[in-house]
């Protein structure tokens, strides 16, 4: 907080622009009071605007950028005007005032995006050395705000002060703030256009919505400089996909990271870890991955096994892998202070901890008691840390890694002490500077070593602390929630707003980490976590069971009913991870997301889309069988009865407990597998199709390779292109394929659901076909009320002209009838 520079605030402000120089598409602009703004046209959507207090710029750094995105060199208009100067795009307009050095944005057709107010001030913080910078910008008419990534509280920020400072939250609450991870990083949205804010600064930075004063939003930083990039939309997508090109995506995880993993602090011994894995082969209910935490350690010493609970981990590990199951471990970054530790004796004898000021290395007790703590700023230490996975991986077995406590954490205390010192790659600092970035580092470290020693799978890393940009290394979660209605509301709350602010891989602890959930509520949330990228139960142990068949024979019916879409889904979130990936979009989509030109979309938070086709709306209460919610424009289906629904309204959804309000949208292919038990279990021969009629035209898209390796870096991967157009009396599918992955799988069941008139005729490729029951479908549909016509084509078809007959006037005789 501020208070403690009460007696020294005094606001300071630029002078005049008394001069300016341009190369190319950066420009610097002099003042007569020693300040210079520093602008770069990034490409037509993004500016970055750039502030030295006092003529000099530190070195031009970040942890948040991703080294692969290139700016580009964008045709600039760029006029010096007596009182401004004017910089065009063929996007935005970019008005600089010489007084005060104001910035204000337009679009092309003269619309105010975003306006300063004070715009750039600072004051100096006498008492640490560092200006606290700050920038404060008009709230537009009827804006809204989105963003900051790992925030509890509701969905649009306007009225809220929030602030980066990533700090272990046990058991936090709606509205808790700040969280374990930083995104400074915000989007506005007003007149149904949007644009983004990114702060990359890593000091304590806060943002302001509106709050202090209802015309102004306003941020600003403990230290360095005012260095933010302005990202034009229009669209709300549009915005996070630049965002997501700026601090850089992931690359594809293999596909079992998509499957259910299961994880409980902590499951030992052996026996005890197998049981739960026989517990899943039993029942019948897939699941890919199984968590190691801490206890698996000796002493909780990383990289250690606790050989009285594991006498035998690569023999372990080989046994379930062999029943298709990834072990993965937990490593939190305390080295135990133990004299006769290999870890803590390499990382004295290389000088790989993090020190006070004053010269010892910094000690703070967690798990293992007393520790010193890696410098992950090093790059020394992040090799050093990332070959420490070598034989973990290579001669153990593990197939992914969980960093945790890497706010960094520490018990009392909280977090480091400021002075704590840090290499920053180069740029020495305290731990007011390095304190955000801790988790990303160690993250970024995690995932070399990991990356490399699975190599050629691909790895898994997770982390519960993060900044901008951790997305290119890491997947994560929400950290230690409770097992209540209140958690499960804002699980879906916060797994939506990671994925606009660049973390598209998020999942909460499903049913709740803290205490225990009831069945009921326990399947509520795995119905909404079979829809979030990462998807894993976790629990701390102390509360009780909470695997899927912890609560009585009908909650783990449903539980296995859910798990089991899941792996029907996995082809559709799989493609929905690459569309992320190759263009940023989010997988989680807010309802504005879908149409911000619905203005009444704006308030609503519970429904959200994944991928292009699937709207969801969690039920986050108990007792009820259904709930109202607001269903985008366009035509979409029920999924569990097809009903159709005209959306731009609010609807009603029947949701007992077997099901979660879903629904297609018209016009969708859904890629579905066969239901398996772990990814690679069985070879996919036939993938089912899910066709939604519409009326006109809507295109699909899914994405294949060979779900693990690399291959698909060589173009080895394929994209399908759906495209479904419909009418009153007939229905086509035509496929384009791009890419040169070829599948296992020969075939297609095509499943025909929302047809408005009965099958009269199926052409495939020119040909007539007659549509037979498929036995091989059954599994898919049984979950289904109603009997769908179905055909299987081959997977090369190119179209599908299918010609119907309206029941009315239908002669029974002369039609197919599937059934
Ligand atoms: C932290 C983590 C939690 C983990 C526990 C023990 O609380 O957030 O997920 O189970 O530490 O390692």
Redesign the pocket.
Known sequence: MLNDLVNRKENLFPGKIIDYQQEENKFHFYTNTDVILFVQVLNPKIIRFRYAADGNFPPDFSYARDPDFTPELPLLEFIAHPDFFQLSTDQVVCLIQKEGMHIRILDKAGNTIMDDEKGYHWEYDLHTGNNIVKMSKWVQSGEHYYGLGDKSCNMNLRGRRLQNWSSDT?GYSRNSDPLYKNVPFYIGLHQKIAYGIFFDNTFRTYFDFAHERSNVTSFWAHGEEMNYYFIYGPSLIEVSEQYAFLTGRPEMPPLWALGYQQCK?SYYPEQTFKAIASGFRERQIPCDALYL??DYMDGFRCFTWNKEYFPDPQRMIRELAADGFKTVI?I?PGIKIDKNYWIYQEGCAQDYFCRRSDGPFMKGSV?PGLCHFPDYTHPEVRDWWANLFKELITVDGVRGVWN??NEPAVFEQGTFPDDVRFNYDGQPCSHRKAHNIYGMQMARATYQGVKKFCYPNRPLVIT?SAFSGTQRFSATWT??NVASWDHLWMANIQCQRLSISGMSFVGS?IGG?IETPTGELYIRWLQLGIFHPFCRT?S?GDHGDQEPWSFGEEYTQLAKKFIELRYQLLPYIYTAFWQHITYGTPMLRPLPFLNQDDTESYHRMAEFGLGDNLLICPITQPEVDGRWLYVPSGTWYYYWDDAEVVGGKEVWANAKLDRIPLYVRAGAVLPFYPVMQYVGEIEITQLTLHVYFVQGSVSSVLYEDAGDGYDYEKGICSEKIFLVTGSNTGLSISQEVKGSYAPIYTTYNIVLHGLPFVLKTVEVDGVLITPEPNPESAAETEQRENKLPEILVSKDFEQINIQGIIPESAEPDALINPE
């Open positions: 046990y602090w935490d801490i937990i939190d798990w945790d406590m519960r950290g230690d602890d980490f976790h701390s």
